[in-house]
C-alpha cells in the first residue's frame, strides 16, 4: 500500500495543475471534473461551450467496457454522432506530462486521427494504450470518483451497451478561463423551441370511462345487480328533467322569483346581543394583552440599552484612568510598586511585552538624569541629594515608596569616584612577559598536564573507604 501511495503521489506531481472546472449531474451521481485548458485549449473550449449551450442534456452513455472506459455525448446515442461547436472535428492534443495512468481521466472519443468531436470518455482504469491517440483534457476529483466505481459495475448486453444508461441531467461550468465563450443565439432558439414543443405535446387526459370492478368486494354480486337496475332505468327514463321543464303549465309555478327573497342568502346573519357582547369583550381582553406585551418589550429593551450604555460608560472611565497613569511621572518606589503590579496583573502578551519596555526606559532615563546631576568635583563621601521627589497623592503610597527607597539606599556617591587602572610595574631587570608571578601559563596539551588530570580522577584511598556502606554492621570474622 505504501508503494501505492508513493506512486499516486508522484503522478499527481508530475501532472500539471487544471485551470478549469465543470460539475456533471447524472442520474447515478454527479461528477466534479477538472479541466487542463492550458495544456489542451481546443478540446476545453469546445467542451466547455457545449455544456453552456445544455447539449449534453438528456444524452447517455452508450458504451461501457469493463474496467476500461465508459462513454457518452453522442445525440444519437449509437457511437456514430456528435459534432463540435465549429461543425468540423477538431485535431488531437498532446501533452508529456498528462498520461491514461489510472481511472477518473476524461478523453475525447474520435474514430481516427483529428476527428474529436462532442463524444467523450471516462477510464475505468489504467489505459495506457490510449497514450498518443486520444486527448486527456480532464479528470474526475474528490469523492465523485466513487460514483464512477459504481457506474463501471453496470450489467450490460453484447453491444457493451448498459442494459440501464445512466443519463446526462445537467453540465453546469464553474470555472471558465475563456472569457470569450458565448452561448450561440440559434442553439439556445431551438433550444427552446422544442421545450416549447414538448410542453404542447404533452398527453391529454384520458376520456375512457372508469370500469367499475364488483369483484373486489365482500358483496360484489349485489352491488353489481343494483348497478345494473340503475343503467336500465335511466335509459328508459332519459335525462332528468325538473318540474319547470316537464309543467309549463302550471299556474303555481312562477317563471320569475320574488324580489324580496332574491337575497336571502346574502343577507348577512344577525347576531344576538349576548353574542355581540362576549365578542367585545373578547377583542378588549385581547387588546389589554397586547399592549401589556408591547410595555414588557420595551421595558426590556430599554433595560438593556441601559446597560449596554453602563458598560460603554465603564469603558471610557477605565481608558482615561489609564491615560493619566501613563502621563503621570513615576518616582523610584512608584516605578517599582508599577512594576510589581504589571507583574501579578492578568493581560495578554503584547500588553505585557509594552509595559516591560516602558519601564526599562524609565529605568534608564532615570540613571542618566542621575548622572547627569552628580557632579564630579564633589568629594565622594559628600552625600547626593536626590534627584527624583515623590510623586503620590496617597499618602500610604507615598510613605511605601519612601520605605522602598531606603531599603535600597540612596547613596549615590559611588557615582562621583573616577576609575583609575594602575599600571603593574614588574621588578627591574625581569621582562614582564617572562615573569612567572604575573603569568600562570596552563597547557591542556602538555602530557604531565594529562597525567595530573588523569591522577586527579582516580579515585584515593580514603574516597574508596567512604563508598563503603556504612549503614550494614561489620562482619565478624572471628570464630
Known amino acids: 500500500d505504501g508503494t501505492k501511495l508513493c506512486a499516486m503521489s508522484t503522478i499527481y506531481i508530475k501532472e500539471p495543475p487544471t485551470t478549469g472546472k465543470v460539475v456533471m449531474e447524472t442520474t ?3 461528477y466534479d471534473i477538472e479541466l487542463w485548458c492550458k495544456e489542451c485549449p481546443e478540446a476545453c473550449r469546445n467542451f466547455i461551450q457545449l455544456s453552456m449551450e445544455g447539449f ?12 476500461f472506459i465508459i462513454q457518452g455525448g453522442d445525440p444519437t446515442g449509437t457511437g456514430q454522432g456528435g459534432e463540435s461547436v465549429t461543425g468540423k472535428p477538431y485535431r488531437d492534443e498532446f501533452h508529456s506530462r498528462l498520461r491514461f495512468n489510472r481511472r477518473g481521466l476524461v478523453g475525447c472519443a474520435s474514430n481516427g ?62 470555472l471558465n478561463p475563456f472569457n470569450d465563450i458565448e452561448p450561440r443565439p440559434e442553439i439556445l432558439e431551438a433550444k427552446q423551441a422544442a421545450q416549447r ?26 352491488a353489481e345487480e343494483d348497478e345494473e337496475a340503475t343503467v336500465v332505468a335511466t335509459k328508459k327514463v332519459g335525462k332528468v328533467k325538473s318540474s ?19 337575497d336571502v342568502n346574502d343577507r348577512p346573519a344577525q347576531l344576538s346581543d349576548k353574542q355581540s357582547k362576549k365578542r367585545a369583550t373578547q377583542t378588549e381582553k385581547d387588546e389589554a394583552e397586547k399592549q401589556t406585551r408591547i410595555k414588557a418589550a420595551r421595558a426590556e429593551a430599554d433595560a438593556i440599552h441601559a446597560e449596554m450604555q453602563d458598560t460603554k460608560r465603564a469603558k471610557r472611565q477605565t481608558a482615561k484612568a489609564e491615560e493619566e497613569i501613563a502621563k503621570k511621572p513615576a ?13 501579578y496583573k492578568p493581560r495578554g502578551k503584547q500588553g505585557k511585552k509594552g509595559s516591560r519596555e516602558a519601564a526599562t526606559l524609565a529605568m534608564l532615563e532615570k540613571f542618566q538624569s542621575k548622572l547627569l546631576k552628580t557632579s564630579t568635583t564633589a568629594a565622594p563621601s559628600e552625600p ?22 531606603e531599603a535600597l539606599g540612596t547613596d549615590d556617591g559611588w557615582m562621583q569616584h573616577r576609575l583609575d587602572n594602575e599600571a603593574v610595574h614588574a621588578p627591574k631587570g625581569i621582562d614582564p612577559a617572562l615573569d612567572p608571578t604575573s603569568l600562570d601559563l596552563y597547557d591542556p596539551r602538555n602530557p604531565l598536564n594529562q597525567r595530573r588530570r588523569e591522577k586527579d580522577k582516580k579515585p584515593t584511598k580514603r574516597r574508596k573507604e567512604r563508598l563503603i556502606d556504612r549503614s550494614r554492621p561489620p562482619r565478624d570474622y572471628r570464630r
Open 28 to 30: 447515478r451521481g454527479d
Open 56 to 67: 449534453y442534456e438528456g444524452l447517455i452513455f452508450h458504451r461501457l467496457v469493463k474496467d
Open 113 to 174: 486521427r483529428n476527428d474529436n468531436t462532442s463524444q467523450f470518455f471516462f477510464t475505468l482504469d489504467r489505459a495506457e494504450e490510449l497514450n498518443g491517440k486520444h486527448t486527456l483534457f480532464g479528470k474526475i476529483t474528490g469523492d465523485t470518483v466513487y460514483n464512477l466505481v459504481r457506474m463501471g459495475e453496470l450489467a450490460v448486453d453484447d453491444n457493451e451497451r448498459p442494459t440501464e444508461p445512466p443519463v446526462i441531467k445537467k453540465v453546469s461550468v464553474l
Open 197 to 222: 414543443a414538448a410542453v404542447s405535446a404533452k398527453r391529454p387526459k384520458s376520456k375512457v370511462k372508469a370500469v367499475k370492478n364488483f369483484t373486489l368486494m365482500s358483496f360484489g354480486d349485489e
Open 244 to 262: 319547470h321543464d316537464v309543467l309549463t303549465n302550471d299556474p303555481r309555478l312562477k317563471a320569475q322569483v320574488d324580489p324580496s327573497l332574491a
Open 331 to 343: 518616582s523610584t518606589g512608584s516605578l517599582y510598586l508599577a512594576m510589581q503590579q504589571d507583574k
Open 384 to 405: 547626593v541629594a536626590k534627584s527624583v521627589k515623590l510623586q503620590s497623592d496617597d499618602p500610604d503610597e507615598a510613605e511605601y515608596i519612601m520605605k522602598q527607597e
